[in-house]
Each structure stands twice: as C-alpha cells, then as structure tokens.
Nanobody, 121 residues
Framework: VQLQASGGGLVQAGGSLRLSCAAS????????MGWFRQAPGEPRKFVAA????????YYADSVKGRFTISRDNGKKTVYLQMNSLKPEDTAVYYC???????????????WGQGTQVTVSS
C-alpha cells in the first residue's frame, strides 16, 4: 500500500485548507486512517484518526472543533478539513494507515509523504 498526500500550502491565520491522502494497492484488512504532523524541532504528533467505515473519529485536543477527518472508501481517500487555522498549526502533515490502536496510541506502519502547511499570522 502507498499513500499520497496533497493539499498543503500557505494560508493566513483563520483560513482553511483541506488535505487529501489517496491510498493505492491492496490492504488485507479494514484499516483505519489518520493524520499526524511534525513541526520543526518537534516530534511527530497525532492529529486525527478515522476507522474503516467512518463511524468513529478521534482528535487531538489541539485541533478538536476546528479539524474534521473524513474518508471515501470508494476513492480510497482520507481527508482532513482544517478550519480556523492558527500559526501553531504550521507543520508537515503526514497521513497514515494502520489498525485503530496503532493510529491512536501507537506508531502506524504505513506512512505517506508529508505535505507542508504554513499558517501566517
């Protein structure tokens, strides 16, 4: 399985962006998908996760109420709608695919390449 992320860019504080992550290849199970981010000089951190059928989502406290994760299994794509962006949201955003527990409490096995999000003040 390969993941291809897109949608990053430069936006002013208070603005919005939508990230996409398309999966290609075959998975042997029904995996969850998620987003992580890494700011300069900091470790990679969890942002949001969604289970296989979209019935369960989970967010980091720092983005709750501002970000929304969703998925379209027909397109094998997960999205991250980011609203009310803040300068502290600036980071490289990575999508990931794995079981729910690995996404939310562990380290996912499959990663996409990062996409840069920069929020100016």
């Amino acid at each position: 399985v390969q993941l291809q992320a897109s949608g990053g860019g430069l936006v002013q504080a208070g603005g919005s962006l939508r990230l996409s992550c398309a999966a290609s290849g075959r998975t042997s199970s029904r995996p969850g998908m998620g987003w992580f981010r890494q700011a300069p000089g900091e470790p990679r951190k969890f942002v949001a996760a969604i289970n296989w059928d979209g019935g369960s989502t989970y967010y980091a406290d720092s983005v709750k109420g501002r970000f929304t994760i969703s998925r379209d299994n027909g397109k094998k794509t997960v999205y991250l709608q980011m609203n009310s962006l803040k300068p502290e949201d600036t980071a490289v955003y990575y999508c990931a695919l794995d079981r729910w527990n690995e996404l939310t409490t562990g380290v996912p096995v499959i990663w996409g390449q990062g996409t840069q999000v920069t929020v100016s003040s």
